[in-house]
């Protein structure tokens, strides 16, 4: 991607207040100093339709073969994995976090058969460890996943853990790295604050990807 292209996506994403650099709980417990919410990108549907195209268009380059399924992490990934699928007439399925006990009572809604591959879509990664559910929620009803995207990875270790660990090799949009250049070229933040932030990163990365 080109530099202009991504201060440009950052940017938006800025604006739109999806990146916070002020002190955010995570769901590990840590406070980050740079927290993304990238939920807020279903409130501008044509910025949502182009970031769910530029990370499909890098993401898939380096891959041999398309999946035959693309599915969303749930929730926040949903929006986008429902864009690739209408654009690239791609059939979705959607897991759910929790059975249901009437109806179907179906962890994964859609259609499909045992045998197909599907390809994991993710709007942020820190850890991996929703993407690994979801994979492993996927092999068990009998689907192949072997490939995921997502667009910002906060390089704490997520996209070699899930490649190493559980065999799923993940492309990224945009890093952590790219957006602090982004930010600090379009002084959005200060070059302390961007250390700040990379010293975060450096001490709070994966248990089994620190060296």
């Not at 195209?53 to 890098?58: D, F, G, L, S, T």
């Not at 994964?108 to 599907?118: A, L, M």
């Amino acid at each position: 991607m080109e530099v202009s292209r991504r201060n440009e996506l950052v940017t938006r994403l800025w604006n739109m207040g999806a990146i916070c650099c002020e002190g955010v709980s995570l769901k590990t417990g840590q406070v980050s100093p740079i927290y993304f919410n990238l939920r807020l990108l279903i409130s501008d549907p044509q910025f949502l339709a182009e970031m769910a195209a530029e990370m499909w268009e890098k993401g898939t380059r380096e891959f041999d073969q398309i999946p035959n399924l693309v599915c969303g992490v749930p929730y926040a990934a949903l929006p986008l994995a429902t864009c690739i699928s209408l654009n690239k007439n791609l059939p979705m399925i959607m897991c759910r976090k929790d059975r249901k006990d009437y109806g179907t009572k179906q962890l994964i809604e859609g259609k499909y058969q045992r045998g197909d591959e599907s390809i994991i879509i993710e709007d942020v990664t820190a850890y991996g460890s929703s993407v690994a559910e979801i994979a492993q929620l996927l092999r068990s009803e009998g689907l192949a996943v072997s490939k995921g995207i997502v667009i910002l990875d906060r390089e704490q270790g997520a996209l070699p853990y899930l490649r190493d660990i559980h065999g799923v090799d993940v492309k990224c949009l945009l890093t952590l790295e790219d957006v602090l250049e982004a930010l600090v070229s379009t002084n959005k933040i200060s070059d302390s604050k961007a250390e700040e932030m990379r010293s975060f990163v450096k001490q709070h990365r994966h248990p089994d990807q620190v060296v």
